[in-house]
């Protein structure tokens, strides 16, 4: 009597859990397929008329933003989630990629890798405290987040979808 009591007990809690959200079953999908670094995350991603990472950047130059496809290569991951990346641009400063409302995210062994990223980016400042979060998230020492201690204009890119290839 006692066992099947527990058992209803156990079932009916269980029941009671909430279904994951997207951004879990997101977040979960990420974790099963982190083996596999290559792939279309996000929206889909055709792989025509794509710029250079310095076309881009001429652009962002001249009038502050740009729509469009890219491509780059990955130079760090967000080592917590994948919910960020960086390219590099061509004056040696990363630029920050991060993925419209958190719909996706990509694998943390992606470093190195080509990427085509489509959408929009932008000129903006940077506050200390998101510069801190980014720094702790990247793995960096204590030392290196605590010399952070000013505002800083970056480049930053929304991709509403991205395409991870094979490494060249």
């Not at 995350?41 to 496809?69: C, H, P, R």
Request: some cysteine; hydrophobic content about 40%; aromatic content about 8%.
């Amino acid at each position: 009597m006692k066992k099947s009591a527990v058992f209803v007990i156990a079932t009916l809690l269980w029941s009671c859990n909430p279904a994951p959200s997207e951004k879990e079953e997101a977040s979960e999908l990420t974790e099963t397929t982190e083996a596999v670094a290559t792939g279309n995350f996000g929206a889909e991603v055709e792989e025509s008329n794509v710029y250079t990472i310095a076309q881009m950047y001429e652009t962002l130059e001249t009038k502050g933003d740009f729509e469009g496809k890219v491509i780059g290569e990955i130079k760090e991951v967000c080592a917590h989630k994948g919910c960020w990346m960086t390219v590099e641009l061509p004056d040696g400063q990363l630029m920050r990629v991060t993925f419209k409302d958190y719909g996706f995210f990509v694998p943390k062994n992606a470093m190195g890798y080509p990427v085509i990223m489509d959408g929009v980016a932008t000129r903006s400042i940077t506050d200390v405290a998101s510069q801190k979060h980014y720094a702790e998230d990247a793995g960096k020492s204590k030392e290196e987040i605590d010399a952070i201690t000013s505002d800083k204009e970056e480049y930053k890119f929304e991709a509403v979808g991205v395409i991870i290839k094979e490494n060249a």
